[in-house]
């Protein structure tokens, strides 16, 4: 049997495995595909995100100076009690009002630092004469433990609630002049 050879090897007759192997990765990749399109037009639309719609919204942040306002309400009672922790009340107060009123970082300035800022803001000079002078008192209160008056108190803390609403009213009626 030595002289009998067969031509060719034996042709594999019906369907090849390797093809289906390759057609099953097409389908997973075309899949995928599909899938990812799908969830990216269901984040687009906002229907895949995290929110809620019975989610209850915050109401918007107070005006700074009804903020301002409150704090000084809140303080009133240190006037005869503590005047020295008073005045740091009160000047923490002025200071907040016009950082978040007038956009400067009066919170971390000196108050000879805020004294000369002030001079650029669109306020009356006789309030930017008050407001120095009750600066530099308030200073002299804090940091040197001079005495105050009960007088000098309230006339100081009168003269904040005053700037803080008087400085609002301008402030809104310069704000509605620029967007007219």
């Known amino acids: 049997m030595k002289d009998i050879h067969d031509i060719r090897p034996p ?3 019906g369907f ?4 289906l192997d390759v057609l099953l990765i097409i389908a997973v990749l075309v899949a995928a595909c ?3 399109w ?4 269901l984040y687009k639309k906002g229907k895949f995100s995290r929110k809620n719609k019975n989610t209850l919204l915050l109401p918007p942040p107070l005006p700074a100076e009804d903020i301002a306002l409150q704090e000084l309400e809140f303080s009133a ?3 005869d009690r503590e005047k020295r922790r008073f005045y740091f009340r009160l000047t ?4 907040k009002y016009i950082s978040k009123k007038f956009k400067i970082n009066a919170k971390e300035m000196t108050s000879q630092e805020l004294i000369k800022s002030t001079r650029t803001l669109d306020i009356k000079s006789q309030f930017l004469l008050e407001i120095s002078k009750f600066l530099i008192f308030s200073d002299n209160i804090k940091y040197a433990a001079m005495p105050a008056s009960t007088q000098e108190v309230k006339a100081d803390f009168n003269l904040i609630k005053k ?3 008087t400085t609002s009213k ?4 310069y704000l509605k002049k620029e967007t007219s």
């Open 34 to 36: 599909v899938l990812t």
């Open 170 to 173: 301008n402030q809104d009626e």
């Open 92 to 95: 923490a107060i002025l200071k």
């Open 16 to 19: 090849n495995p390797g093809i």
């Open 77 to 79: 009672d240190l006037m």
């Open 38 to 41: 799908f969830l990216f037009k």
């Open 163 to 165: 700037f803080i609403k």
């Open 11 to 13: 042709v594999f007759v």
